[in-house]
């Protein structure tokens, strides 16, 4: 009965999307970052950007992944995003990705962006992202961003990216929780 249901629930869930790691409480003990994801940062420059996870102070007290900007970054464009390849996405369908995320120090509200890559990974076939939302001021209570997109045919890579560009950021830490990818009927 147990291997039946075992075998149920795994049929289930190849159907849908699994976003490995999605509330960041699974730490790599040596580089103290989450597992499941990829960060990127400037060749040879990684000292520019930390990816780690802090416990959120709020009532919660789980982990939450954050990016820090050094405050003496050069005059770079650069994205910085912890990203991960989504399994379980089907063509033709739309989804919802959604994230909580905090601000300290920034001038952009940390974003979450999806790439729908062709076999090649090179081309791009769609492409949506939340709202580029300027800020005065830090955000200390979580905020839910989210966005859609409707997976075209041919996609064999469903990308997420979450995180901020340097550009302002500069000294600045993103806080970032709970990633969802729902579909949207
Ligand atoms: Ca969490």
């Known amino acids: 009965m147990t291997m039946f249901l075992a075998l149920l629930l795994g049929a289930v869930t190849t159907e849908a999307p699994q976003v490995v790691n999605a509330g960041f409480e699974t730490v790599n003990e040596r580089t103290e970052t989450p597992v499941g994801w990829s960060f990127t ?38 994205a910085y995003n912890a990203h991960q390849d989504i399994q379980g996405i089907v063509a033709g369908k739309k989804y919802r990705v959604a994230a909580r995320v905090q601000a300290r120090g920034l001038r952009t509200l940390p974003m979450v962006v999806v790439q729908c890559l062709d076999k090649s990974g090179n081309k791009m076939l769609a492409f949506a992202r939340t709202e580029d939302r300027k800020i005065d001021n830090d955000v200390e209570e979580w905020e839910n961003v989210q966005t859609e997109v409707t997976v075209p045919e041919g996609t064999s890579t469903f990308r997420l990216r979450i995180g901020i560009p340097a550009e302002g950021n500069a000294g600045g830490t993103a806080l970032i929780d709970d990633i969802r990818v729902v579909e949207v009927k």
Do not use: E, F, G, M
Not at 59 to 72: E, G
């Open 41 to 78: 940062s400037l060749p040879n420059q990684a000292h520019l950007v930390s990816y780690k996870t802090a416990i959120d102070p709020t009532v919660t007290k789980t982990r939450a992944l954050s990016i820090s900007v050094v405050p003496n970054h050069p005059d770079h464009k650069v």
